[in-house]
């Protein structure tokens, strides 16, 4: 159950586009379709932003789309804006059990 | 509207216990997955525990034997009973309800363990 990796730390200028990675193995990631990310404010409780990879739960921008390559997920965020910054994590299905990534801190210029 | 209200945090000595509970309302609690995750102060989300709806368990290597989680339908409420506490197991936990994702969350109740 080791956290799947993910980079520290991501940023951009508004309007651009950043991707997140988060890489695990064939038991998590690579074996199920069942990733999800999640936006976190500090002091605040996480928001699901993707699941399933790539679907989108109704209320949250189109801005915002995942994928799936083998056993790396990633999660773009098109059209930065400055309400974006703020803490991204990955989650993966691992056979039962959950495994979360160790966070990336997206920060807007 | 779905809620999801934790209860049950507070400042514990090493090796001692405490029951975390978690009261749903809005939707049928029986028909879904629950999940305890917590968050240790500064850093990143950790998974914990999930109950499925079958209630069939599963935990995270770092609370197996330690911690139990368990679920009253009739009262829609999700527990985890924690004993032989850690100073690791200082966090904020969280319940989440499953369903196409983790998409509702209560607003985490603090667990401090320490001396």
């Known amino acids: 159950q080791s956290a799947l990796t993910q980079p520290a730390s991501v940023s951009g200028s508004p309007g651009q586009s950043i991707t997140i990675s988060c890489t695990g193995t064939?038991?998590?990631?690579?074996?199920?379709?069942?990733v999800s990310w999640y936006q976190q404010y500090p002091g605040k409780a996480p928001k699901l932003m993707i699941y399933?990879?790539?679907e989108r739960p109704s209320g949250v921008s189109d801005r915002f789309s995942g994928s799936k390559s083998g056993n790396t997920a990633s999660l773009t965020i098109s059209g930065l804006q400055a309400e974006d910054e703020g803490d991204y994590y990955c989650c993966s299905y691992a056979g039962g059990t959950f495994v979360f990534g160790g966070g990336t801190k997206v920060t807007v210029l | 509207e779905v809620q999801l209200v934790e209860s049950g945090g507070g400042s514990v000595q090493p090796g001692g216990s405490l029951r975390l509970s978690c009261a749903t309302s809005?939707?049928?609690?029986?028909?879904?997955?629950m999940h305890w995750v917590r968050q240790a102060p500064g850093k990143g989300l950790v998974w914990v525990s999930c109950i499925n709806s079958d209630v069939s368990t599963n935990y995270a290597d770092s609370v197996k034997g330690r911690f139990t989680i368990s679920r009253d339908n009739a009262k829609s409420t999700v527990y985890l009973q924690m004993t032989s506490l850690r100073a690791e197991d200082t966090a904020v936990y969280y319940c989440?309800?499953?369903?196409?994702?983790?998409?509702?969350w209560g607003q985490g109740t603090l667990v401090t363990v320490s001396s």
């Open positions: 809005g939707f049928t609690f029986s028909n879904y997955r």
């Open positions: 399933d990879v790539t």
């Open positions: 989440t309800r499953d369903g196409s994702g983790l998409g509702y």
């Open positions: 064939s038991s998590d990631v690579g074996g199920y379709n069942y």
